[in-house]
């Protein structure tokens, strides 16, 4: 099976102040990924006493193309690479099961599965070289069953067993350089497959050919699950980051500063830029506020990620507020969901009390690279 998904599309057109009138607007962030596997099984079954069945098995499948290509098109038709990545990988699995009819009334089934992950042979990256990594493992999981029919309308399972998932080449290798994404190793680990070990217990009841009633209860106990979680401060300014161009560590080589819940002062007009995450929780976001110690007497901006807790900005003497977050809701339905969450401050400039508040479109998009009705827009703010 082969897959590619090319990029960039042509979305729909966005208004510029150009002699030809409205230009089409690409989409200037591309991903590319490719696949190509096979694989076999080989399964014997053999009764070697009346009550006794028992079945081997083995498997194997061999991922020989699995890359994955991301990257930006430039203004002046070049193109930058992000990520170009070659990870081909093995999974052999082999298995055995055995169900023994010990009455008429039992069946009891036992069995295990062992597979294992080769995956680091030849990860490497397609610009460098350079390894990546991604641990081998192997995950043996067995299963047992116990199935009762002490009469023949009545039927009663007891299951319990172990499985898992193994991370996917996109979560072991997936960047966007740095800007929303690292790779899962970024911090000195890798990442473990997820297990799960279940229970149930069912019971049926058939009334007759057609009709039957069920019901189970089971129970289940996830450990290793894979889940995005925020980069460390002190990992984010590591050298490695700074070549993955992440915006925090290339504000240091691009003599940008970065405002880390903190004012400052250009021209005579205060500035103070707050953290997302030290906005949504009010005490914390007015203490925050404070902190940055606002002369009321004066002009002030304050730089936060979304259009919430205006009232607070409101009480706390600042002047103007720039947001975005909203993205206007990008195309309906959301559109209509983001109006109703955030009412006039959706999108513009607007007053509240003795706050003027300006939220953008944005110039990017968030899920789908998708607006319809809502155009993208870089701000640009003149002061006289």
């Known amino acids: 099976m082969d897959d590619e998904v090319p990029a960039p599309l042509v979305l729909y057109e966005a208004e510029e102040d150009t002699p030809g009138g409205p230009v089409p607007w690409e989409q200037p962030y591309f991903e590319t990924y490719k696949g190509t596997w096979g694989g076999g099984e080989l399964r014997l079954v053999s009764t070697p006493i009346t009550p006794l069945r028992v079945t081997v098995g083995s498997e194997v499948t061999h991922h020989w193309q699995v890359e994955m290509k991301t990257g930006q098109n430039e203004f002046d038709g070049s193109e930058t690479p992000i990520l170009d990545l070659e990870a081909p990988y093995t999974v052999f699995a082999g298995y055995g099961l055995a169900e023994w009819q010990a009455h008429k009334k039992v069946l009891l089934s036992a069995g295990v599965r062992a597979d294992r992950w080769d995956l680091s042979q030849d990860a490497r990256s397609l610009e460098t070289g350079e390894n990546n990594v991604a641990e081998d493992f192997t995950s043996i999981n ?3 069953a ?3 029919k002490p009469t023949p309308a009545n039927i009663v399972k007891l299951m319990g067993g172990r499985a898992f998932r193994a991370p996917s080449t996109y979560e072991y290798f997936y960047t966007d350089g740095g800007t929303t994404q690292v790779t899962s190793d970024c911090c000195g680990g890798g990442l473990e497959p997820e297990i ?3 229970g149930e217990v069912e019971y049926t009841h058939r009334f007759n050919e057609d009709w039957s009633a069920l019901g189970s209860g089971h129970a289940l106990l996830a450990q290793h699950i894979i889940e995005t979680v925020p980069v460390p401060e002190d990992i984010i300014m590591m050298n490695g980051f700074e070549e993955g161009k992440n915006p925090a560590a290339l504000s240091l080589e691009w003599g940008v500063r970065v405002l880390n819940n903190e004012k400052v002062t250009v021209d005579g007009l205060q500035i103070v830029g707050v ?3 030290d906005s949504t929780n009010d005490d914390h976001f007015r203490s925050v506020l404070r902190h940055a110690d606002v002369d009321r007497d004066r002009a002030s901006i304050l730089l936060t990620h979304a259009p919430d807790r ?4 409101e009480e706390e003497g600042f002047s103007l507020q720039l947001s975005g977050h909203t993205h206007g809701g990008q195309f309906f339905p959301f559109t209509w ?3 109703r969450m955030y009412g006039k ?5 607007q007053r509240l009390g003795n706050l003027i508040v300006y939220v953008s479109y944005g110039a990017g998009t968030w899920g789908p690279p998708l607006r319809l009705g809502t155009t993208p827009e870089i701000v640009l703010i003149q002061f006289e």
């Open 196 to 198: 799960v070990y279940s």
């Open 310 to 313: 205006l009232k607070i900005a």
């Open 146 to 148: 116990v199935i009762l």
């Open 345 to 349: 401050f959706v999108y513009g400039l």
């Open 275 to 277: 953290h997302y995450s």
């Open 142 to 144: 067995p299963r047992v």
């Open 337 to 339: 969901i983001t109006s």
